[in-house]
């Protein structure tokens, strides 16, 4: 007999059906036995004669096959129980150390992550991936419909995009290579390449060894890198298209998982825009911060509140950072400012962006003005001399875009398998 | 004035355009100049008055924006031609190291791969990358409506996820992590995690010293799993209709790419089954290839041919592995056998997959019975002790399928920047 998706058992009322999935819970009474199982797409009552039970010592979280009638019944939520038939264990489980079947996981969040295959199936954690699947499918299918070509760079590399801190290193053949921060040089290769606008949903990493609520070792990039802009106005014009995009898709994909979450999914505006020197008036006028040179995280916050109280946007653009903040390929602009922006959605920083320098005597000598050996970069460096289109581009940190999104307090609740300081494996410390 | 692609002017006669791309050729007759230009979408010819040019000197490979009138042409081989009013040179191009304009790249793959940037403009290396994209979104949007979420798990790893042999290892604050072979693992928890069916676009790391035309140190691996599975059956008959998908998405989504190549997609049928120990048989049998305890890579050439002549199909899936040659997650099954597969594809083997053990206890016994101490994957292992649905999976090798459906010779022509044991960046040898 072939399974039937929880989902599908209203279509299916007065037949008999096999259904397959996990105990979420058992109540005995005299005569009758309530189980309650769930599967990837719902949760049945199913009743059933307690002899039925009495030799298989069903416990919760336990997998089932349940063979059954869909009967109506006015009194269960659904207004349909399944009546078993014959109940086979296919899978026992054991000595749960936590129970996951509360309305919310009463645990703190190292645990959580220690026991991440039962965490994940709790009612207000399973939908987060499910989500994050939407915002990822929506941000490859905006940029295929917009002629970008998916790509998969190199993580193994032989020098960091940024000039060597915080890098993981390994030993590849005798040589050392490092784990990539970034596939900036490979995506801006890319459009010299003549694909002209590309994409990657990959890993980077960054060894960074500070713990904070924003950080992963490894996290996911959505990278994107156009060829042919006119400015660093290009690329936050299509920025604000896909995130508009990618919101809509994962409102209309997604709506169970989203309910049972409580979200609602924001407009995406016409985002404004505010100058990096501007943004740090704002902060001293409006907040008294004075004095700083840079976005810090409670800056960051408060500029999103200024914004969201005088314009109504979640979502603002900083724009124009000093040439000092950014990193040699970004290209220049008068009054030592640069064509770069972050974004930043809810008090968080999402994405960076820019214009890239696209000529080889303005990167080798921006690259000599940072310090840095053009030497040590000569397989990207030697690939402006052959023909490259002005560009520009961002990457979007996906656990920090999803978290923003279903107002998860840490990044780590949007990775499904962490990396962090302290965490090389789902269990703390035990392998 | 807006930008008009390429493959738009037909829609553009006798109106004026602007045109961005690279300086594919150049004719200087006495009257008048040819160049051609070529952009993502394709190529145009563009007839200039010499003085237009004089002062720009221009070489070939430039980067160029184009300013004129689409004007019908008989002599040209599109039928038109762009009548140029003004040039601007975007970027130069100067002392390119290999010519990359005639019908086919004359050069050895080693200096294709050093000079990745220009060899990937050529007219017969472009379109690979954007055939493999399409095969990875066929991939996507196939297993999206098969129920799939798509998720990321980490590639820094504690342990391998076969015993420990060719990994390659990392220092990761002070203890010693490795690059994930295989998201094996963790897909499998996903499987108990509640999701069911989930798959994965992500890298995998293979330290392996031999270099040949079949392997690549670093590779993406289009991997999925999925529960309540009744056998490996399950898993090869979704494979056939997964690639079946794939072909007909890539044929769809990519004339003009297979055209330049002159690649036809084959059909995929029914895919035949051979039994392992009947392939050594076939081998001996039918090609005089006696004593053999594996299929080599002749041999897995010599079955495809035998298959392919006695039934039609470029593919077959060889089954039941005897239990020596396969890890320890896979599902044994009566007379020493496993519930796996591989599959080839002309002749090569492009996936890997099969029925997984789903309780605690007979994983756990099998651990050992590989030599394999328990505790190396007690985060992994624990996981079946709270209810684990019957689940199997495959992964397939992205650049081997774009190899062998293209008729590459080398899978490194299927990587855009290839990983191998001397290569660390895409030119050989000097960073």
């Not at 190292?110 to 399973?126: F, K, T, W």
């Not at 310090?371 to 397989?379: I, K, V, Y």
Request: net charge negative.
């Amino acid at each position: 007999m072939e399974r039937t998706l929880i989902e599908d058992l209203p279509k299916c009322l007065e037949e008999q059906v096999l259904i397959k999935g996990w105990v979420e819970r058992i109540r005995e009474l005299s005569t009758v036995t309530f189980l309650i199982v769930r599967d990837r797409t719902g949760r049945v009552q199913v009743t059933a004669d307690p002899r039925l039970l009495a030799q298989l010592r069903i416990a919760t979280e336990s997998v089932v096959a349940v063979c059954g009638t869909v009967a109506p019944e006015p009194r269960a939520k659904a207004g349909y129980e399944l009546v078993a038939e014959s109940i086979d264990v296919l899978a026992g489980a054991a000595n749960l150390p936590i129970n996951i079947n509360g309305p919310v996981l009463q645990v703190p969040l190292e645990l959580i992550l220690d026991y991440r295959v039962l965490s994940l199936r709790h009612a207000r954690i399973n939908p987060i991936f499910k989500i994050q699947a939407a915002l990822v499918h929506g941000f490859q299918t905006f940029l295929n419909q917009e002629g970008f070509v998916q790509v998969f760079t190199p993580k193994i590399v032989a020098s960091g995009t940024e000039g060597g801190s915080e890098l993981f290193s390994l030993q590849y053949f005798g040589e050392t290579a490092y784990l990539g921060q970034s596939p900036q040089f490979y995506k801006q290769m890319l459009m010299g390449a003549g694909y002209e606008r590309v994409y990657e949903v990959g890993h980077v990493y960054r060894a960074e060894k500070h713990a904070t609520s924003r950080h992963l070792n490894e996290y996911v990039s959505l990278d994107l890198e156009m060829g042919f802009i006119e400015s660093e106005d290009d690329v936050m014009e299509l920025e604000n298209r896909l995130l508009a995009f990618m919101f809509n898709y994962v409102a209309e994909q997604c709506p169970r998982e989203l309910a049972a979450l409580e979200v609602e999914v924001p407009e995406v505006p016409s985002i404004p825009r505010v100058p990096f020197t501007e943004a740090l008036v704002i902060l001293e006028q409006e907040f008294g911060k004075g004095g700083l040179q840079d976005l810090d995280p409670e800056g960051e916050r408060l500029l999103c509140q200024y914004v969201r109280d005088s314009t109504g946007s979640e979502f603002v653009f900083v724009t124009d950072y000093p040439w000092e903040k950014r990193p040699m390929y970004t290209m220049p602009k008068e009054g030592g400012l640069t064509c770069s922006f972050d974004l930043l959605f809810r008090g968080l920083e999402i994405t960076t962006g820019g214009q890239r320098i696209h000529t080889y005597e303005l990167l080798a000598e921006n690259t000599r003005k940072k310090g840095l050996h053009p030497d040590a970069f000569a397989f990207y460096l030697r690939s402006f001399s052959f023909g490259m289109p002005p560009h520009g581009g961002l990457a979007i940190g996906l656990e920090r875009l999803t978290a923003q999104l279903l107002g998860l307090p840490n990044v780590r609740e949007a990775s499904l398998f962490p990396r962090d300081r302290h965490r090389l494996t789902p269990w703390l410390g035990r392998r």
